[in-house]
């Protein structure tokens, strides 16, 4: 066998790393736009669910079963302190409310998006006028976290968690003082 000098080592080295970038690189644009894509998508999945809260809000729970998975591992733990697990029990929740409300309108601000394969999270401020049992209306600001799940091709919730920084803020602020 000849005997190979630097050179040919060098050489080699150099392909193999050329080759290493290039399957780097020529991967990762496509990774990113289907991270984007993913993104988007669960960006709109959000959207749609600040307009089921709406509808809820104004007497229709009947959206909440287009974005909300049907499935027995389905997790919803309200503001109000409710726990349940299941799509009847969520949506049993749901319609109780709807039935209890009178009217409101919330937007979301601060989404923030975390995608990694079929499940995703997202976190944000849910705002806005909500009357209550009372009649009056009342400005209300909840922290929510929803998990999200590809089932179908379609994000499909299947956790989510609502509460009202209102009590936090009262509850501590003797603390903080």
């Not at 104004?58 to 959206?63: A, S, Y």
């Amino acid at each position: 066998m000849a005997k190979r000098g630097w050179h040919y080592s060098i050489t080699v080295w150099l392909i193999a790393a050329v080759f290493a970038v290039a399957s780097v690189t020529m991967t990762r644009p496509a990774e990113a736009q289907s991270t984007a894509t993913d993104e988007q998508e669960v960006r709109a999945a959000v959207d749609q669910w600040i307009v089921v809260l709406n509808a809820m809000l104004n007497g229709d729970p009947e959206p909440f079963a287009s974005i909300y998975s049907h499935a027995d591992d389905a997790m919803y733990m309200g503001a109000a302190g409710s726990y349940r697990i299941g799509w009847d029990a969520i949506y049993s929740d749901w319609a109780a409310q709807a039935e209890a409300s009178s009217g409101g309108e919330l937007s979301a601000s601060d989404i923030h998006i975390i995608v990694s394969g079929d499940m995703a999270m997202a976190s944000h401020i849910t705002s806005g006028p909500v009357r209550q049992p009372d009649g009056e209306m009342n400005q209300n600001h909840v922290r929510e976290t929803s998990v999200f799940r590809r089932e179908n091709g379609a994000w499909l919730m299947i956790g989510h968690h609502a509460d009202t920084i209102g009590y936090w803020v009262d509850a501590f602020s003797d603390q903080a003082d």
